[in-house]
Structures are given as C-alpha cells and as structure tokens.
C-alpha cells in the first residue's frame, strides 16, 4: 500500500507540471489528461463492482500490476501528447482495482479476527507513502529535472511488480 498509493498520488499529483513544462502541452491538454487519469481510477473502480465478479481477483490484480509498469513506462518513453492522453488515463485504470481487491480479500488470507487490524497498518502504510513518494518524487524534479517523472514513476511501479510477485509467492 505503501508504494501503491505512492504511484497513484505521484502521478494524479505531478503529471500536469510534466506536461506543461517547456510548452510540450498546453495547460488545456495537460489538465484534460490529469482529468483522464482521476476519471479512468474512477471507471476502473466502478466497472470492478459492476462485473469484477467475472475475473478472478488474483488475476485482475496480476493484470492490474503489469499495466501499471507498462503504462508508467510508456508515460516515461512516448511523445507528451501520446504520454498525457493514453498513457497517463492507463496508469489510473490499472491501478484502480487495487486496493478494493486487496482490503476485500484480507478477512480470508489472514482471518477475521485479525482483517481489522492488518486494515488498519495498510491504510496507514497507504497514508505514509501518499505522504512520503510524491513528496519525494517532488525532490527528485527538483534536483533532476520534471522529465525525469517517469522514471520516477516507472521506477515505483517496478517495485510495486516485485512486491507483488514476493506477496503472490507466499
């Protein structure tokens, strides 16, 4: 959780200042795209209550982890204009199942006696890094440059993967 809401804060909260530097895209486009990315975590979210029940959860996350990587690399390697309007909403998409499937599936990996209380050190974990990454990421544009965002970003969710993998291996 720690590094999840890391890369969703991160992106939802740097990504207009990507676009718009050095004029790569007007303050429209670039807002439309940060609009893109909010509104497709949104979709995301709704469409998992609407049919997630016709995905294995274990699956969607697996899906949901690799399209964070691809997305978050191909913000970082695209054009701005292909970055901001495809890539940007894709990272938010991916991303949007994540925390529903994990905090559902918590009473059965560790019981219900204990679920309350790993909740609460995930939302808590969820806090720090929705504190901490962005801020951080905001150190490293300041020191590095605004491009260097997806790196940033790619890096995130390639910790992110191997967290995954780790956690899914137990």
Do not use: K, N
Request: with cysteine; glycine share 12%; hydrophobic share 60%.
């Amino acid at each position: 959780m720690f590094v999840y809401v890391g890369i969703e804060l991160g992106a939802g909260q740097w990504s207009f200042t990507r676009l718009t530097v050095d004029g790569a895209l007007t303050d429209g486009v670039a807002g439309l795209a940060v609009f893109l990315y909010w509104s497709a975590l949104a979709a995301g979210r709704i469409a998992l209550a609407l049919v997630g029940d016709r995905i294995q959860a274990a699956q969607l996350v697996d899906l949901s982890v690799a399209g964070a990587i691809a997305s978050a690399i191909a913000f970082w390697i695209l054009p701005p204009p292909i970055a901001a309007l495809v890539a940007l909403p894709s990272i938010g998409l991916s991303l949007s199942v994540v925390v529903a499937l994990l905090l559902y599936h918590i009473p059965q990996r560790v019981g219900r006696a204990a679920a309350p209380h790993v909740i609460g050190y995930l939302v808590a974990a969820g806090m720090i890094g929705g504190a901490v990454l962005p801020a951080g990421i905001g150190l490293v544009l300041q020191a590095t440059g605004v491009s260097s965002l997806g790196i940033c970003l790619s890096g995130l969710a390639a910790i992110f993967g191997v967290l995954h993998l780790a956690a899914r291996g137990r």
